[in-house]
């Protein structure tokens, strides 16, 4: 069956780095676009970041364009997240997330299989 496991969160300090990982399983990834979500308490899931199937495009959100990284290996069935410079307004909970038709979108509803989810938290 189709799985995605993220890990990688934490608890870590203003201006500090985590990268967090997803592997997935159950379905042909190297043709899914993937992407990464988050959620933080009282407000509505947005999207973080999205590559492309090759890996040749990405997009990133503008509140974390320049601190964190999307990147992809197709051999081992992952995507990772490097996030740099965190910001105590990145705490959330990270999802990963795989959409089948072509092109990174922003829109949560695209995406057909999800992770259930990594903690991040980041202190002042």
């Known amino acids: 069956q189709v799985q995605l496991v993220e890990s990688g969160g934490g608890l870590v300090q203003a201006g500090g780095s985590l990268r967090l990982s997803c592997a997935a399983s159950?379905?042909?990834?190297?043709?899914?676009?993937m992407g990464w979500f988050r959620q933080a308490p009282g407000k509505e899931r947005e999207f973080v970041a999205g590559?492309?199937?090759?890996?040749?495009?990405?997009s990133y959100a503008d509140s974390v364009k320049g601190r964190f990284t999307i990147s992809r290996d197709n051999a081992k069935n992952t995507v990772s997240l490097q996030m740099n410079s965190l910001k105590p307004e990145d705490t959330a909970i990270y999802y990963c997330?795989?959409?089948?038709?072509?092109?990174?979108?922003?829109?949560?509803?695209?995406?057909?299989?999800w992770g259930q989810g990594t903690q991040v938290t980041v202190s002042s």
């Open positions: 159950g379905f042909t990834f190297s043709s899914y676009v």
């Open positions: 590559i492309a199937w090759s890996g040749s495009r990405t």
């Open positions: 997330a795989a959409r089948v038709a072509p092109g990174i979108t922003t829109l949560d509803t695209e995406y057909r299989y």
